[in-house]
C-alpha cells in the first residue's frame, strides 16, 4: 500500500531554513509527480509545490516562490522541500502528496512547522 | 489567479443527501477533484475527475460539474461523514487551485 512518511518540522525562528523529506514507499516512486500542500493551524488547504515524475519541471505557489525549492531523490524514494527565510505565515502542517492524474490521489500524515522566536 | 468558492458550511440530518458545491468560472472544462479531511487527519480523496471514486470510497458519495458550479453530493449522510470537504483543480495559470472548504455537520 502507498506510504508517505514526511520529517523535519520543527519550530525555526523567522528569517531561519528548515528542509522536509518525505520516504516514499509501495508505489514506483520515480514515475509520479510529487506535491508538498500545507494547512495553517485552523485554515483550509493551501498547495505548495509540484515536481514531475523526473525532476524535470518544478512549480511554485506565488507565496513560497524564490523562498522554497522542491526537489527529488528517485534512487532513495524521497523527497523534499527546502524552505528558506521563513516567515510567521510560513506557519502550517505540511503534507508530502502523491500526483494522480491533475489531482492527489495519497497523502502524508503532515509534519508541524512552526517559525517563531 | 483562478478561484474557487465553497460554502463556509453545510447541515444536513442523517439519512438525508448533502450537496456541496464548488464555483469557479467555466469550471465544467476543468477536471474536479473533491477530499476529505476529518479532524487531525490528512485528506483523502473521495471524488476524482468530477465523478468517479476511488476503491473503498462508499457509493453514497458522487460528483457532478457543468458550467461555472461543480459539486459533491453525499446521499444517506451518517454521522462519520461529519468532515471539512475541499474541492481542487488544476489551471494552467495558477497550477494546483484548492477550493476554502466547506464544514459539513450532521445534525
Known sequence: ?117 | SYVLTQPPSVSVAPGQTARITCGGNNIGSKSVHWYQQKPGQAPVLVVYDDSDRPSGIPERFSGSNSGNTAALTISRVEAGDEADYYCQVWDSRSDVVFGGGTKLTVL
Request: overall charge positive; hydrophobic content about 35%.
Open chain 1, 1 to 117: 500500500q502507498v506510504q508517505l512518511v514526511e520529517s523535519g518540522g520543527g519550530v525555526v525562528q523567522p528569517g531561519g531554513s528548515l528542509r522536509l523529506s518525505c520516504a516514499a514507499s509501495g508505489f514506483t516512486f520515480s514515475s509520479y509527480g510529487m506535491h508538498w500542500v500545507r494547512q495553517a493551524p485552523g485554515k483550509g488547504l493551501e498547495w505548495v509545490a509540484l515536481i514531475r515524475y523526473d525532476g524535470s519541471n518544478k512549480y511554485y505557489a506565488d507565496s513560497v516562490k524564490g523562498r522554497f525549492t522542491i526537489s527529488r531523490d528517485n534512487s532513495k524514494n524521497t523527497l523534499y522541500l527546502q524552505m528558506n527565510s521563513l516567515r510567521a505565515e510560513d506557519t502550517a502542517v505540511y503534507y508530502c502528496a502523491k500526483a494522480g492524474g491533475t489531482g492527489i490521489d495519497y497523502w502524508g500524515q503532515g509534519t508541524l512547522v512552526t517559525v517563531s522566536s
